[in-house]
Every structure is written in C-alpha cells, then in structure tokens.
C-alpha cells in the first residue's frame, strides 16, 4: 500500500485559473503535511504546511486538510506560468518522528 | 536569507569508491537530514540526525552510509563503497524546532 499518494498528471491549466492538486496518505496518525513544489532539476523548496483540519491560506495558495478523509489538497489560484512545477505532498507522523514521507508529485503546467 | 548548502553539485564516482557529500546547515537549526531522489522517482528518507547522533534512518540507510558532524558547521554523508544504484540526487535539510525542513540545492551522484 502507499503511504502518500498523488495523481501524476500532468494537470494542465490556463493561466489565471485555479490549480487544485491533492494528496491522500494511509497512515491514520500522520500529524503534519506539507507541499514542496519542485522545478525540474531542483531541490524541493516548501510553500506550505497545515497541521489542523480546515483551510490554511497563504497569499495565493490554500491548503486543506480532512484527517477523516485523510486528504490533503493544495489549491493554486490566479495560476501563472512560473507556478508549472512539480508538486510534492508529504507527511510527518510525529510522535518523535523527524521522517517526512513524500508522494510523487504531480506535474502542473500553466499555460499562458 | 539563509539557505541550506551543499557540495559539490555533481560527483561522479567509479562503483566501489568512497563518497563524501557534504552539506551547511542553516546556522541555528539543529535537526539535520539527509534525503535522496533516484531520476524519475519520489524523494526518499535517509536519516535524520540531532544533538551528534541518528535520531531515525530508513531501510535504505545500511552499513555502507553513515553521517557526521565533524565541526559546528558542516554535516556529512559518507557512502563507503558505492554502487550504481546509489545514482541519484541527495539533499540535505535541516530544521530549526519548532519549524519545518527545509532542503538543500542537492548533489548529484553518479556511480559509473
């Protein structure tokens, strides 16, 4: 079974729409999630973490969590062409745990 | 801004050989990590590392790797005798508690 799970892709969206990528993971007691977005070549760099159920927004982009569901999705509005990235989903457990389990990312294209 | 750093960008190393990538950590973070990402693939834990010694390491990170802290400043992954599965970009991160990891430039290595 695996752990964080995310669609592939490629999603393709026009510029100016909103981009919604989302992420499910298996282990129940997961405590912390994160999306890296990850250009082509480079390292991940972090664009948002949520730790309690709802809505975290941070300038043009929310993330979602639904610990119930266990989903957690990354919504991209006003999407521009330097947002055409891989997205990566990942998870802590916590409870002492410093690993993060990451998906495999799906790829975002905007296109102008 | 502070950034995590990592050298040299690209070894190439014949199977069998030792390696040594070497990483700066943000100057006052504390827990430190190693990831790698095989081409095409997710990004896989490694080991994590705090107060000078290994607080978890993954099924990957056998007898062959082992990490340091030699000085206040630089933090190590040396492969032993590599193989040419090992290929692959490795990133270092680090993380100030409370906080979240963040990742290295990375090093790619390829084991020829």
């Known amino acids: 079974q695996k752990e964080v799970e995310q669609n592939s892709g490629p999603l393709s969206v026009p510029e100016g729409a909103i981009a919604s990528l989302n992420c499910t993971y298996s282990?129940?007691?997961?405590?912390?999630f994160f999306w890296y977005r990850q250009y082509s070549g480079k390292s991940p760099e972090l664009i948002m973490f949520i730790y309690s159920n709802g809505d975290k927004e941070d300038g043009r982009f929310t993330a979602q969590l639904n610990k119930a569901s266990q989903y957690v999705s990354l919504l991209i509005r006003d999407s521009q062409p330097s947002d055409s990235a891989t997205y990566l989903c990942a998870v802590n457990r916590g409870g002492g745990s410093e690993k993060l389990v990451f998906g495999k990312g799906t790829k975002l294209t905007v296109n102008p | 801004e502070p950034e995590v750093t990592q050298t040299p960008s690209h070894q190439v190393t014949q199977m069998g050989q030792e390696v040594i990538l070497r990483c700066v950590p943000i100057?006052?973070?504390?827990?430190f990590y190693w990831y790698r990402q095989i081409l095409g693939q997710k990004v896989e834990f490694l080991v994590s590392?705090?107060?000078?010694?290994?607080?978890?390491k993954s099924e990957i990170f056998d007898d062959q790797f082992s990490v340091e802290r030699p000085d206040g400043s630089n933090f190590t992954l040396k492969i032993r005798s590599t193989k040419l599965e090992d290929s692959a970009m490795y990133f270092c991160a680090s993380r100030a508690p409370p906080g979240e990891q963040y990742f290295g430039p990375g090093t790619r290595l390829t084991v020829t």
């Open positions: 282990d129940r007691g997961s405590q912390s």
């Open positions: 590392f705090y107060n000078n010694e290994i607080s978890e």
């Open positions: 100057s006052n973070h504390l827990y």
